[in-house]
């Protein structure tokens, strides 16, 4: 049973260059989470897709934006980066069917480095 | 706003039991998680409360009070490998549709 992937493991870029990352949910799954988890922090929740549209958002600019595709995958975008976009980008995918679900599987995140 | 508390950092002993407390503060609330972060790793999921009372799950239990905004992470005959950072995430939910606010993390480091 394929767990959540992400892609790729690091990326460093540069200020205000764009970024794209990506997820696969775990298999079953059809809901994919992003979140930003800055060093020594929790998990700061970005927004979730299911069924190819947003359906929930923290509070993060328009510069994050996201897309989730037919097979259930999903890439978050960042445009213009700043120095404070460096964190940890995590992907948790669940099942929610017809209701909420309270139990997410993570997965092993994307490293972004801005210099 | 949305708020959890919880301590930064915990030490207990190989063997001993320890208790990681987090109060909320979070409209729509409906539910308390606990996940368990290795340095480097993945957050995983732990335990769920969605009503008031104890969940247990092996040498995990976890507690919910809705009336005081309170839970609780138990865990019991401690193990080296339980170091790691402990983490509440409050669910809200909005249009049959959830998310979760984390609070900072506990980091537990367990001694021999």
């Known amino acids: 049973d394929a767990g959540v992937t992400q892609s790729p493991t690091h990326l460093i870029k540069t200020r205000g260059q764009q970024v794209t990352l990506r997820c696969s949910p775990k298999s079953g799954h059809d809901t994919v989470s992003w979140y930003q988890q800055a060093l020594g922090q929790g998990p700061q929740f970005i927004f979730q897709?299911?069924?190819?549209?947003?359906?929930q958002r923290g509070n993060f600019p328009d510069r994050f934006s996201g897309h989730q595709f037919p097979n259930y995958s999903s890439e978050l975008n960042v445009n213009a980066l700043l120095l404070g976009d460096s964190a940890l980008y995590l992907c948790?995918?669940?099942?929610?069917?017809?209701?909420?679900?309270?139990?997410?599987?993570f997965g092993p995140g994307t490293r972004l480095t801005v210099t | 706003g949305q708020s959890l508390e919880q301590p930064s950092e915990v030490t207990a002993v190989e063997g001993a039991i320890v208790q990681i407390n987090c109060t909320y503060q979070?409209?729509?609330?409906?539910?308390l998680s606990w996940y368990q972060q290795h340095d480097g790793g993945a957050p995983t999921f732990l335990s769920y409360?969605?009503?008031?009372g104890l969940e247990e799950t092996g040498r995990f239990s976890s507690f919910l009070s809705r009336s005081d905004s309170y839970g609780y992470l138990l865990l019991q005959e401690l193990q080296m490998k339980d170091s790691a950072s402990y983490f509440c995430a409050a669910g809200t939910l909005g249009d049959n549709f959830n998310k979760f606010y984390f609070g900072s993390g506990t980091k537990l480091n367990v001694k021999p």
């Open positions: 897709y299911y069924e190819e549209e947003e359906r």
């Open positions: 979070t409209s729509g609330f409906y539910g």
């Open positions: 948790a995918s669940s099942l929610v069917g017809t209701g909420p679900t309270y139990e997410q599987y």
């Open positions: 409360n969605g009503l008031d």
